[in-house]
């Protein structure tokens, strides 16, 4: 007989670091859209992992095919080939239109990866050992102290510090903040396409062609950071594929492997043809069969299946029943956000405890910064998920 659920979320607070004040919620199982928990709650999943779940749960010829590559191999290292790999790599270039492909374990790993690129390609041209990388406040691209150092967040900095150095700031969506960082020690720009931790800000065209254009004259690497945003969120594979504005490096993860770990940073042909070499970059397990079986299987069944026009489709209803909302209820400011992965920013009403209600209400929604309801549902709602969330909401409002 399955423990209740106080003694489970005792027991996991005697066991695990508390670096995270959780819901009182112990999730059990998954299917399609919903997830339910130990006592047979059912829950409208508009959150997936934050992101990450963008096949659901149980999504036809995933599991399936992950369960065959048990069968045949989980791991060997990067000393020798794997054909999952090849194959997830051959798959991520054509999505993507880029050259060569690194699999990490994780978002902030790929991040690591993309920071090096670019220290290495201004390294080989020039031999100086203070480089710089521009970044933008409000970013979050990790936890680690590379990754940390380019996220542009005083809370999650200070306790750490001295983090890497060569970082300097500039405002998103404000170019002449970007330009007036550019020294000749700039190696690389880094930036999500659409800022998710921030509050669900995309970039303007304006603003990611003008950083394109100044990294291309001054020879810096873009760095697109994709982890949230990509693998058609936003409806298209990339967000930046919708802008025409392609990055030397772009990281991405999440719904990468739909649920596997897994995350890779690609470069383009400038980038791959002078950067990292044999004994610049390693990992154990990032492109092991098994985690490269579950890329695989994710970028085919979003092509089969056309998952990224179907998210254009349902993300244009989603934004159009949230604009109800803010037309609705003067404590939203306003809906930001492309596709499916959408922000209400708030005022006067505490995020937090809307998230809490909704849970009430059998809804998971979850934030972004201090004041956002963040909506990052799997991209295979259908609108009739979105009505069903939109009354949900309404009542936890």
């Not at 991520?92 to 050259?99: D, W, Y």
């Not at 405002?171 to 930036?191: F, H, K, M, P, W």
């Not at 982890?227 to 919708?242: D, K, L, P, S």
Request: aromatic share 8%.
């Amino acid at each position: 007989m399955m423990e209740n659920k106080e003694t489970i979320m005792k027991r996991a607070e005697e066991a695990v670091l508390h670096t995270y004040n959780r819901y009182p919620l112990v999730l059990e199982k998954g299917e399609g859209v919903y997830l339910y928990d130990t006592d047979g709650k059912q829950y409208l999943d508009f959150a997936a992992g934050i992101a990450v779940q963008g096949l659901g749960y149980h999504y036809p010829g995933y599991d399936e095919a992950l369960k065959e590559q048990i069968d045949r191999l989980m791991h060997t290292s990067n000393l020798f080939y794997n054909i999952p790999a090849m194959e997830a790599a051959e798959k991520l270039k054509k999505a993507s239109g880029m050259s060569k492909v690194f699999f990490t374990n994780s978002g902030t790993e790929a991040i690591e990866g993309a920071l090096k690129t670019a220290r290495k390609y201004a390294w080989l041209k020039d031999k100086r050992e203070d480089h710089e990388i521009i970044a933008m406040n409000h970013s979050f691209h990790g936890r680690s102290m590379g990754a940390l150092s380019v996220t542009g967040n005083e809370a999650y900095q200070a306790p750490f510090r001295p983090l890497m150095g060569g970082v300097r700031f500039a405002e998103y969506n404000d170019l002449e903040s970007v330009r007036a960082q550019i020294t000749d020690r700039t190696c690389g720009i880094i930036l999500e396409t659409v800022q998710g931790e921030g509050g669900i800000y995309p970039a303007t065209e304006a603003f990611l062609r003008g950083v394109g254009e100044l990294c291309e004259k001054h020879d810096i690497l873009l760095i697109l950071d994709e982890i949230q945003c990509g693998m058609g969120r936003t409806g298209h594979m990339f967000a930046w594929q919708e802008y025409g504005v392609k990055p030397n490096v772009m990281t991405c993860a999440k719904a990468l492997g739909c649920g596997v770990p897994v995350g890779a940073f690609v470069l383009d042909e400038k980038a791959a043809g002078d950067s990292l070499a044999p004994g610049d970059h390693g990992t154990t397990y990032g492109g092991n069969p098994f985690a490269c079986a579950a890329v695989s299987t994710v970028l085919d069944l979003f092509e089969k299946n056309g998952i990224v026009e179907h998210v254009r489709e349902v993300g244009a209803y989603l934004t159009e029943r949230l604009e109800e909302l803010v037309k609705k209820y003067d404590f939203i400011e306003e809906r930001r956000g492309k596709g499916l992965i959408q922000g209400l920013a708030l005022k006067g009403r505490p995020v937090g405890e809307i998230v809490v209600k909704s849970q009430e209400m059998g809804l998971l929604v979850i934030t972004a910064g201090n004041n956002v309801l963040r909506l990052v549902p799997p991209l295979i709602i259908e609108k009739k998920h979105v009505d069903e969330m939109l009354e949900k909401l309404t009542k936890a409002f």
